[in-house]
C-alpha cells in the first residue's frame, strides 16, 4: 500500500464516530476473546432457553411428542386458573414472611458486625449457613421441626407447654420461610456489610457534633447512605423468594403439603411441565411469573432510585 493510500485510510478510519472505533480496536477484539466462553455459556443456558420458553408458551406442547402454535389460548386459560392465582397468593405470603424479616434481621446483624467487630472469622461464622445445600438445610430443620421427635416440641414438653405442629397446613409456610431466612441471611448480612464500609466515618461524627444519637444517625445517615445496597439485595431477595422451589419440593413432595398448603407457583410450573406433561401451559406460567418478577424489580428499582447514590 502506497504512502498516499495509507493516509486515506488512516483519514478514513479517524472520520468513524468513537464508538465504531472502539468496537472495531484491537483490544476490543482481545476483551471479546476473553468472554467468549463465558458468552458461550450464557446464550446456550440462558438467552436460547428463555427463547424457547417464550415459544413454547404459544404452543401445545407435551414436552415429548407435539408443539403446534395455539396463540394466546394457554394465556387466555391462565387468567381463568384458580389453581395459579392461588400458587400466587401462596408465593406471595411466603415472599411476605421471608423478605423483611430477613432483611431487618441482615441489616441488624451487618450493624452490629460493623460496630462491634470487623473480624473476619466472624463474618466467615455468618456466611456458614449460606453454603450449606439448601436440602440439607431442610431437613434439618424439618427434624427440628418434628412434632413427635424435634427438639423444640421436646422442650416444650418437657416445660409441660403444648406442643407446635410447624408442618401443619397452616404454619407449613412460615416454617419453610424461616429456613429460607436462616440459611440466606448471612450472605445479605455480608452485602449489607460491604456496604457499610463505603459510608465515611466523617457523617457520623458530624452527626455526633450536632446532636444525633446512635438511632437518629442509623435513620438519617446510614439507610439514606444503602440505598443502592438495600435495592441490589431487595431485587435479588424478592426475585429468588418467587423462585422457590427447593425446599417445599423436600417438605411436601409430591402432594403440595397438607392441603395443598406449599403449592408455590414454581411448584404448580414443575407439576404441570414433569407430571401431567403440559409443557406449552407450564411455559405461560413461568412467562407470567417473569413479567410479575420484572415489573416488582422495576418498581423496587424506580422507589429506591438505584442508578444514583447519596455519596456521589
Known amino acids: 500500500m502506497t504512502t498516499q493510500a495509507k493516509s486515506i485510510e488512516s483519514m478514513r478510519v479517524q472520520a468513524r464516530p468513537a464508538w465504531v472505533r472502539q468496537w472495531l480496536s484491537r483490544e476490543t477484539f482481545i476483551a471479546g476473546l476473553f468472554i467468549l466462553p463465558s458468552l458461550f455459556g450464557l446464550m446456550t443456558f440462558f438467552v436460547f432457553p428463555t427463547l424457547r420458553g417464550f415459544y413454547l408458551s404459544f404452543t401445545n406442547s407435551d414436552l415429548l411428542t407435539r408443539a403446534d402454535f395455539i396463540g394466546l389460548d394457554n394465556y387466555r386459560k391462565l387468567i381463568a ?21 430477613q432483611t431487618a434481621l441482615a441489616l441488624g446483624l451487618a450493624t452490629l458486625v ?3 467487630t470487623k473480624s473476619i472469622a466472624v463474618r466467615g461464622v455468618i456466611l456458614l449457613p449460606f453454603l450449606i445445600p439448601v436440602v440439607m438445610v431442610t431437613l434439618v430443620w424439618l427434624t ?23 408442618l401443619n397446613q397452616s404454619l407449613i409456610i412460615p416454617s419453610l420461610a424461616w429456613i429460607n431466612t436462616w440459611r440466606h441471611v448471612g450472605y445479605v448480612t455480608l452485602l449489607v456489610f460491604a456496604g457499610l464500609q463505603t459510608i ?8 455526633a457534633i450536632d446532636g444525633a444519637g446512635e438511632w437518629r444517625s ?13 435495592a441490589f439485595v431487595l431485587v435479588t431477595s424478592v426475585i429468588g423468594s418467587f423462585q422457590v422451589w427447593d425446599s417445599v419440593a423436600v417438605a411436601a413432595i409430591p402432594s403440595g403439603g397438607p392441603g395443598g ?3 408455590v407457583i414454581f411448584w404448580y410450573i414443575t407439576n404441570l411441565a414433569f407430571t401431567r406433561f403440559n409443557m406449552g401451559y407450564a411455559a405461560a406460567v413461568a412467562v407470567a411469573l417473569f413479567l410479575i418478577s420484572l415489573a416488582i424489580a422495576l418498581v423496587q428499582l424506580r422507589w429506591f432510585r438505584a442508578n444514583t447514590s447519596d455519596l456521589g
Open 114 to 116: 460493623d460496630r462491634l
Open 200 to 207: 465515611p466515618k466523617e457523617l457520623y461524627e458530624a452527626a
Open 261 to 263: 398448603a406449599t403449592r
Open 144 to 166: 427440628i421441626f418434628d412434632f413427635e421427635l424435634g427438639p423444640i416440641n421436646g422442650f416444650l414438653h418437657l416445660a409441660s407447654l403444648p406442643k407446635i405442629a410447624f
Open 218 to 230: 442509623f435513620w438519617s445517615v446510614t439507610l439514606p447512605l444503602l440505598r443502592p445496597v438495600m
Open 81 to 101: 386458573d384458580g389453581q395459579f392465582w392461588s400458587s400466587l397468593q401462596i408465593t406471595t405470603y411466603y415472599v411476605l414472611l421471608n423478605i423483611p424479616f
